[in-house]
């Protein structure tokens, strides 16, 4: 694999990873706040960044089965949340290709 380049996010309110301080996203890319990952409170965000991406597991999650596969943070490869790579209820299809990422594994810069 070819080295990896961190993209650092402008503007104000950005998440970063809590272990690294590696931008992961901006608030103007969550779309719900309502969601629960392995440590708690966890944010769906239309887009992520800076991550690396585990194999495709099948998971049943609160809504059901999912299709999803866990991101890693490309500063220092904690886990902090995961992708939706497919939903297998009609219902849940808004969340394939969005993102999890655990309230728990971020901090918040420039807010």
Not at 56 to 72: K, P, Q
Request: proline content about 2%.
């Amino acid at each position: 694999m070819g080295r990896l380049h961190k993209r650092y996010l402008e503007g104000p309110r950005i998440y970063a990873c809590i272990d690294c301080g590696t931008h992961l996203s901006t608030a103007d890319q969550i779309m719900s706040k309502q969601f629960h990952g392995r440590g708690g409170r966890a944010y769906l965000f239309h887009n992520a960044y800076n991550f690396t991406i585990g194999p495709i597991e099948r998971r049943v999650l609160i809504t059901g089965l999912h299709s999803v596969a866990d991101i890693f943070c490309i500063g220092c490869d904690t886990c902090c949340g995961w992708t939706y790579k497919e939903a297998h209820e009609e219902s849940q299809k808004y969340k394939e290709g969005k993102f999890i990422l655990e309230k728990v594994r971020l901090q918040k810069e420039e807010w």
